[in-house]
């Protein structure tokens, strides 16, 4: 009870982001989005930060090719009075994804023991075999085995 109650609050943290998921990073990035937003200069910047002009450039130029740090982009985001909001966003909710991967391994256990079965000529239909796929899926979300996710 306590498990699912706390698997539970993961899943609403992580749900909720779905909803900023089409919120994209400029294509100059944030750094200097927001700099020339606020029509500050980069010596300005650089100053702010508490590092060269060269230095502030370069991280502008770091974060456009994704090679800047979040210890440096937060440096950067309090220069600017920012919040760095740093997230995993999924494209569908968690319960889905279990889904999905629990449909997957429920279609290869299921899968293999249709094999030997038709070796046995008692092989099932194939509205059997998707009801006891289904079946196997929703067992594998109920007990949400270790090794869920190894395929």
Not at 74 to 94: H, I, M
Not at 107 to 128: C, F, P, T, W
Not at 138 to 147: A, I
Request: net charge positive.
């Amino acid at each position: 009870m306590i498990k699912q109650l706390i698997r539970d609050q993961y899943q609403s943290k992580i749900d909720q982001l779905i909803d900023i998921k089409g919120i994209n990073r400029p294509k100059e990035g944030w750094i200097r989005t927001l700099r020339k937003a606020l029509r500050m200069s980069s010596p300005q910047l650089a100053k702010r930060i508490g590092v060269s002009k060269s230095q502030a450039s370069q991280m502008e130029r770091m974060e456009m090719e994704d090679r800047i740090t979040l210890k440096q982009l937060r440096r950067v985001a309090q220069s600017f009075d920012c919040e760095l909001v740093y997230a995993l966003v999924p494209g569908k909710p968690v319960e889905s994804m279990i889904h999905d991967q629990a449909l997957k391994k429920a279609q290869k256990l299921v899968g293999r023991a249709d094999v030997q079965m038709k070796l046995e000529a008692q092989q099932l239909s194939k509205e059997q075999l998707q009801k006891q796929i289904e079946f196997e899926a929703q067992s594998l979300m109920k007990e949400l085995p270790r090794d869920l996710w190894e395929d």
